[in-house]
């Protein structure tokens, strides 16, 4: 499904912002949203007959409920634990029914498993909510919510949230590498093919600052060879997929400098970018290091390292999920997102660019002059 651990948190501050409000939603905090894949959909795709799903046991075992929620983890993903570092609310999925009144507030999340920047990724999955869709729902929602508080104050609090965005692992693991010869690694290089991604990916950022967005957090590729689904099916050692991983090393520098020149370009501080490739490198070259047992057997699933398929109530289960890196064959653990979310709150340049998260929802968000 959803391969890497890509996380592209786009904090877009928007341009003549004077200040990051503290309480724009109706939690005393700004709104949060979320745009993205399986990595950060929170149920989305429960509402849609998709087989992209995580509706059934043993997924969210770690949850607080004990109760699979759509989310592709043993517990709480990135967008959770963002909200939880910060003393948010718990963002909600777009589909929900439950979304209404002054829960619109709190912002929304419109993540979907299966989608990528491109929208013939994922074209296995039918009735996946692609990213032009996403974005069509957070006008709808804005819309909503004018209806609820007005105009003026709809647009202050679009302009004051968080918004996280998780994208491009899909485009390579669901495409572009999805098999041995496919339609886009026919067409393209893989020098060319990621280029390429680049600039539909930042007419996806635009298009978010343009609907008056004001932080974003953009995510990069995690080490996309080295998750069990590729171990599975590529390895012969436990050795990561070597083309995978020359796709992760050269996508991350191109959306950092990316980012950077939309920065430069908006006379903005707006985007910042989690190296998510780093930090899951280190779990997997040094798991002991950071209390895991393993980073190349999943804790649930079938045949070759848990690789094989999703998570099932029929799969092998470990029974302790903190000890393991990767909670499917291709999703992180609840642990595991965890030392990614702390990274990004207060971690260094090595990890963060320009900034962490904590430093740029401190700053003061004026255009650079």
């Known amino acids: 499904m959803d391969a890497g651990f890509i996380i592209v948190l786009v904090l877009i501050l928007a341009v003549g912002n004077d200040t990051v409000c503290e309480g724009a939603g109706s939690g005393g905090h700004p709104a949060f949203f979320v745009f993205g894949d399986s990595l950060v959909d929170i149920g989305n ?3 849609l007959a998709t087989s992209a799903r995580a509706d059934s046991p043993p997924y969210g075992i770690d949850y607080p409920t004990h109760r699979p929620t759509g989310r592709f983890s043993n517990g709480l993903n990135i967008p959770d634990l963002i909200s939880e570092e910060m003393g948010w609310e718990p963002n909600m999925p777009y589909l929900s029914p439950d979304l209404t009144g002054q829960k619109l507030l709190t912002g929304s999340n419109f993540a979907s498993a299966g989608v990528g920047i491109l929208n013939d990724t994922g074209i296995q999955f039918v009735n996946i909510i692609r990213i032009p869709q996403q974005l069509d729902y957070f006008q709808q929602y804005q819309e909503r919510v004018k209806a ?13 949230a968080l918004v996280l965005v998780t994208l491009g692992g899909n485009d390579f ?20 093919y990621i280029p390429f991604l680049i600039s539909e990916y930042q007419k996806i950022l635009k298009r978010l600052y343009e609907l008056g967005v004001g932080k974003v957090l953009v995510t990069g590729t995690g080490p996309l060879g080295c998750v069990p689904a590729e171990l599975a099916t590529r390895s012969r050692a436990g050795e990561c997929a070597a083309d ?54 999943a804790c649930c699933g079938q045949g070759p390292y848990n690789g094989m398929g999703l998570c099932t109530p029929l799969s092998s289960l470990c029974p302790n999920r903190d000890e393991y890196v990767f909670w499917d064959a291709f999703h992180p653990s609840e642990k595991a997102n965890r030392l990614i979310v702390k990274q990004i ?25």
């Open 244 to 297: 995978l991983q020359l796709a992760s090393s050269l996508f991350n520098p191109q959306l950092v400098q990316m980012l950077d020149a939309l920065n430069k370009d908006l006379s903005t501080k707006a985007f910042i970018g989690a190296n998510t490739n780093i930090m899951h490198l280190e779990f997997i070259t040094n798991p002991k290091a950071y209390g895991f047992t393993t980073s190349k057997m």
């Open 148 to 160: 609820l508080i007005g105009e003026a104050a709809m647009k202050k609090l679009i302009k004051e």
């Open 173 to 192: 693991v669901n495409n572009y590498y999805l098999l041995p010869s496919t339609a886009r690694s026919l067409q393209f290089s893989l020098k060319a």
């Open 345 to 369: 709150l207060k971690g260094s340049i090595t990890y963060m660019h320009p900034m962490n998260l904590s430093s740029l929802m401190s700053l003061d968000s004026k255009p650079i002059t």
């Open 45 to 47: 795709n429960n509402y």
